[in-house]
């Protein structure tokens, strides 16, 4: 499967941005979809994950009450709607895909296989 995560920009702090991931080669309903993201000169860390069935859905401390993921099937889209974004949330944003991750490891980026290009998320102050 082909990721494309898109939706990315500048904002300032306390707004709202929606990051869009798009899937092409295979269908986006038997994925796990989790986003991930990294500042400049640290690791890759989990934002959220959204299991094939979008009956369970995981959100990293730091994000929860502020970040929804969806997904929208028929459109073979996921999305990540980050509200009342900080500076700190500033980074590339990632989208990835596995078909059965182990729920230990959703939150581990080793568990996804296939990765889409980043989108630069920058929040000022």
């Known amino acids: 499967v082909q990721l494309q995560a898109s939706g990315g920009g500048l904002v300032q702090a306390g707004s709202s941005l929606r990051l869009s991931c798009a899937a092409s080669?295979?269908?986006?309903?038997?994925?796990?979809i989790a986003w991930f993201r990294q500042a400049p000169g640290k690791e890759r860390v989990f934002v959220g994950a959204?299991?094939?069935?979008?009956?369970?859905?995981y959100y990293a401390d730091s994000v929860k009450g502020r970040f929804t993921t969806s997904r929208d099937n028929a459109k073979n889209t996921v999305y990540l709607q980050m509200n009342r974004l900080e500076p700190e949330d500033t980074a590339v944003y990632y989208c990835?895909?596995?078909?059965?991750?182990?729920?230990?490891?959703?939150?581990?980026?080793?568990?996804?296989?296939?990765w889409g290009q980043g989108t630069q998320v920058t929040v000022s102050s």
């Open positions: 990835a895909a596995d078909r059965s991750p182990i729920l230990s490891a959703i939150r581990d980026v080793s568990t996804y296989d296939y």
């Open positions: 080669g295979r269908t986006l309903s038997n994925y796990a």
């Open positions: 959204n299991r094939r069935s979008g009956d369970m859905i």
